[in-house]
């Protein structure tokens, strides 16, 4: 098994020290240039006086699996309604907002996927110092609000203020606190718990959209999203009452709110490891909101469905097409979480990347290019692939992030992380809806810009994945890591 060869590296509290990584490297080029030297104004991980190497991880009992379902709860509630943003394109694009271009619409999802990640970079520091509870109450009290006012809305600015800023500051809350603890219960098993908890937003996007679809031609807009509040109640409640910590602050009794800041100098590490991962996580992200924002409203362009038929007939598969793309999501966050255990969390995003590219390559670009090609077997394959490989990345980019650092430090390392990649998720649906207009194509056609673009992000991830995983332990593929 790939356990067996794992170089026997000294760690500190499970993080590799920025010397002996550095070893692995020079051991794998040794002619390399001399590796760059931790930045001294940060604190290493190599320092003792830093590092409790008492601190122990449960890896499983009543107590950490009811923290895992805490966590499922709340990512169902953030992340569920993150991956269902592509209804509620479809449905707003055409039947509210009908008037206004691809590219102006997108900012709505585009200004609630930069906040769901942007507010991170303070709340993950919090979470750090002070545990997970007021924090996942502030975020049930916008998420819940944001969306019960979203029933409402008939202006853009009134999606842009209730949707995009309200729910989405409030999906950032949630999001950080929720995947945090599971840290703090989990080491060794950390891949496949935080696989477990990061379902619930596969769950979440199997869930809303079929619920949408079968209730808004009956009881319309208004009472569905109101339904859809009440359920992401009950999934707030739950995420409150059982997500907690266990290890305490780096500086115990002292830790003070200057705790809560912030710290851009986790980027210099002397590795590049923080820095490029931070980038891969950007690009996959840039890419992976395209597909699941459109697919619903490249099938009813592709099967020419005019405007009044946006939820019955055949136009009920698009809402399905994005609850089938989620299922296998499900089932990729699981198995991804496991086998990340197994083989290491780099190893296998490097090839969860690789499925990425070839989904959107292979089947999503031939679709759209091919339009005398009547069969939706492309689409369907491109759909159930591209949910499992993607729904692997979402799984694997925190236990990635784990790995450059300590316990102690995860929710800030997380949380500055995704605030860099809020910036990828601002500007990726304007982008591509940019696109769709500029290729000036009728039907499908005008989907293959951004379908390119797509490609061209998760190349461009996949890159920076094996750039650290090189520049770390060298090209023995063998080593877990």
Request: hydrophobic share 45%.
């Amino acid at each position: 098994m790939a356990s067996t060869t794992e170089e026997s590296l000294p760690r500190a509290n499970g993080v590799l020290k920025s010397n002996d990584m550095d070893m692995s490297a020079e051991k794998a080029h040794p002619s390399a240039p001399p590796p760059l030297e931790r930045a001294p104004s940060r604190p290493s991980p190599a320092d003792p006086a830093l590092v409790d190497t008492d601190i122990t991880y449960p890896e499983g009992g009543p107590q950490a699996w009811l923290v895992v379902l805490g966590a499922f709860c709340g990512l169902t509630a953030s992340l569920g309604i993150y991956n269902s943003t592509g209804v509620f394109e479809a449905y707003i694009s055409r039947e509210i907002l009908s008037e206004e271009s691809p590219s102006t619409v997108g900012w709505i999802f585009g200004i609630y996927s930069f906040m769901t990640f942007f507010g991170g970079v303070q709340v993950g520091p919090t979470f750090d110092a002070k545990g997970p509870r007021g924090l996942l109450i502030a975020g049930s009290v916008c998420t819940l609000v944001g969306i019960f006012v979203l029933s409402i809305c008939i202006e853009y600015y009134q999606f842009i203020l209730a949707f995009s800023i309200l729910a989405g500051g409030g999906s950032s809350l949630l999001l950080t606190p929720a995947m945090g603890s599971v840290a703090h219960w989990f080491y060794e098993r950390r891949g496949l718990a935080s696989g477990v908890a990061f379902t619930g937003g596969g769950f979440g996007g199997v869930l809303f959209p079929l619920m949408m679809q079968s209730l808004l031609p009956q009881i319309g807009w208004a009472w569905s999203v109101r339904v859809l509040g009440f359920i992401v109640c009950v999934l707030c409640l739950i995420s409150v009452a059982f997500c907690r910590s266990r290890v305490p602050p780096r500086n115990g009794p002292r830790t003070t709110w200057r705790d809560t800041l912030p710290d851009m100098r986790i980027f210099m590490d002397g590795t590049g490891a923080m820095s490029l991962t931070t980038a891969g996580i950007f690009l996959t992200d840039l890419a992976y909101l395209v597909p699941m924002t459109y697919v619903p409203s490249y099938y009813l362009e592709r099967q020419g469905l005019p405007q009044d038929r946006t939820l019955t007939g055949d136009a009920a598969f698009a809402y399905q097409l994005l609850a089938i793309t989620n299922s296998a999501s499900c089932v990729g966050r699981f198995i991804a979480g496991d086998l990340g255990d197994r083989f290491g969390r780099y190893n296998t995003m490097i090839v969860s990347l690789s499925f990425c590219l070839v989904s959107v390559g292979c089947f999503f670009l031939p679709d759209s290019l091919v339009p005398e090609t009547p069969s939706i077997a492309l689409l369907v394959v491109f759909t159930i692939l591209f949910g499992f490989v993607s729904g692997s990345n979402v799984s694997l980019t925190p236990v990635c992030l784990g790995q450059l650092c300590e316990t102690q430090e995860y929710g800030r390392y997380y949380a500055t992380c995704y605030t860099m990649v809020s910036f990828g998720c601002l500007i990726s649906i304007p982008i591509a809806g940019r696109l769709l207009d500029a290729t000036g194509a009728r039907g499908r056609e005008k989907y293959w810009g951004a379908i390119v673009y797509t490609g061209a992000s998760y190349l461009a991830a996949l890159l920076c994945f094996i750039w650290v995983r090189v520049r770390i332990k060298g090209w023995d593929w063998k080593t877990k890591w």
